[in-house]
Every structure is written in structure tokens, then in C-alpha cells.
């Protein structure tokens, strides 16, 4: 079982970044892809999610900037990132879970090793 987060980096503030999430060994088609980012000194963060349905999920705090997506193999899931700001910056995770959700980290059974996102002039 893998999950491998990639396609961090740093970015000027307004600026976009995608993010991608290699699935593998798990069956992608019964497990909902989580996002969630973790700052230092702060609890890990749920940002978007989406359903072995293909059903879309959207923390407050990115719903409008961000997007998530997969291919058509649900082998890879994406999360486009726009108008990232400042406080964006973080360690971002993807995770795999029988049921969607954005509130909690709990109930994901696999998570990716994190990749790092900088907001930044």
C-alpha cells in the first residue's frame, strides 16, 4: 500500500500549485482520497476529499480556490491549488479512507509522506 504526495514547492502569493497523490496496492475504487495539510505547531488539516463515487468535498477554508480530481485510472488524485496565500503554507498529505471527510484525519487508514507547500514573495 502506497500513497506518494508530490508537486510542492514555493509559490508566490496569487499564485497556483497542483499537487498530485500516486495511489497504489489499495484499490482505489473503494477508497475516498483526502487531503489535509499540516502547518507547524498546528493540528493536521482537512481540506477536500474525494468519494469512490467520484463526489467532490470541500473544507470552508479552501472551497472556491481549490479543487480536487482524479484521473480516469483512480490511480492519481490532484488537488489544484489557486490564489494560494501566506497562510497556505504547510505540509500537505494525502490519505486514504473507506468514507469521505474533511473534518478529521480519523478513519484514514493509509496516508502519503507529505510534500511542502511555501506561500511566499
Known amino acids: 500500500v502506497q500513497l506518494q504526495a508530490s508537486g510542492g514547492g514555493l509559490v508566490q502569493p496569487g499564485g497556483s500549485l497542483r499537487l498530485s497523490c500516486a495511489v497504489s496496492?489499495?484499490?482505489?475504487?473503494?477508497?475516498?482520497i483526502g487531503w489535509f495539510r499540516q502547518a507547524p505547531g498546528k493540528e493536521r488539516e482537512g481540506l477536500s476529499c474525494i468519494g469512490v463515487s467520484g463526489a467532490t468535498h470541500y473544507s470552508e477554508s479552501v472551497k472556491g480556490r481549490f479543487a480536487v480530481s482524479e484521473d480516469n485510472t483512480k490511480s492519481t488524485v490532484f488537488l489544484q491549488m489557486n490564489s494560494l496565500k501566506p497562510e497556505d503554507t504547510a505540509v500537505y498529505y494525502c490519505?486514504?479512507?473507506?468514507?469521505?471527510?474533511?473534518?478529521?484525519?480519523?478513519?484514514?487508514?493509509?496516508w502519503g509522506q507529505g510534500t511542502l507547500v511555501t506561500v511566499s514573495s
Open positions: 496496492g489499495i484499490g482505489t475504487g473503494n477508497y475516498a
Open positions: 490519505g486514504a479512507a473507506l468514507f469521505c471527510s474533511t473534518t478529521s484525519p480519523e478513519g484514514y487508514d493509509y
